[in-house]
């Protein structure tokens, strides 16, 4: 979005969402490659099961940065001043991720014009994955 | 358990290169398709120095060069109990590719919820750029489950 566009969301509207492919295998593999987190609980089905999982889940970090992409869609990321989030659940292999964001407050300070984004993640079943937030800057 | 003793522990002060193979990786990894992330002259062309990092990629460059089992073993981590219960950035700065980082971790807390059953320990991390300027503090919530 542009900055005039930006300036036009009020407290209370919905950014439009985005989906991600479901989670595959591949991504957790290519994931923890590309993110430098090895933890076998992402990679390694047996040592998944050997620490009492049924099956390998995703890296957190994953959803963060699948959120992340939605924060760098809606605002320039050097605009983006803060972001944050806490995993509430398990994200399973197979799990279509969607983005959600509601605008929740506006504030303005000596400096610039802050808006506060309402974040979350939830999968197919509507089950919420992480929740957070994000401060931008727009002015 | 996480070792309370560690509660003020600073990690050795780690220099990480942010190289350009990696970063296009992480980026063509989560699926992200803005040029920015991927091609250095449309990053140039649009003011960046290089391909510009992913918000969350500092991160990333955190974890670089050792494994978490190397880094936390010490303080009590157990792998398979492992769960990451929270992370928080604050940006003052972009990160690109052929960027040198700084980066300083601290254990900031360490403390049990559910008689036990839950174990926590909060890091935060300091990258900064080789001219001293703070790029990224990142706050990480770990958690165990026993």
Redesign the interface.
Known sequence: MSISEIAKLRVGDMLEPMT??PISRT?LA??A?????????HIDVD?AK???MDDVFA????G???L??F???IAD??N????????SS?TQVGAKLKCIGKVIEITDTSAERLMTIELSVTDQNNDVKLI?DAVIAFQ | MFNPEFIGYSFPTKTVNVEEG?LK??S?????T?PIYLDKDTAKDQGYRSI?A???YS??LT??GE??RDKYEPIGLE?????????????FG?ICAGDTVIIDSKIVDIFQKKSGALDFCIEEMVVKNVEGETLAVLTQTFIMRH
């Open positions: 991600h492919n991504t290519l994931f490659g590309a993110s430098g987190d090895h933890n076998p609980i040592f050997s620490v009492g890296h957190g970090m994953l963060m940065a699948y992340g992409r924060l760098t869609s990321q050097r983006i001043r803060s972001y944050s989030v806490r995993f398990i957070g | 990696k990786f992480f063509q990894t989560i699926g992200e803005d510009l992913p918000p969350t991160f990333s974890l670089e494994s978490l792998l398979g109990k492992l769960l990451h219960g929270a992370q928080s950035f604050e940006f972009e």
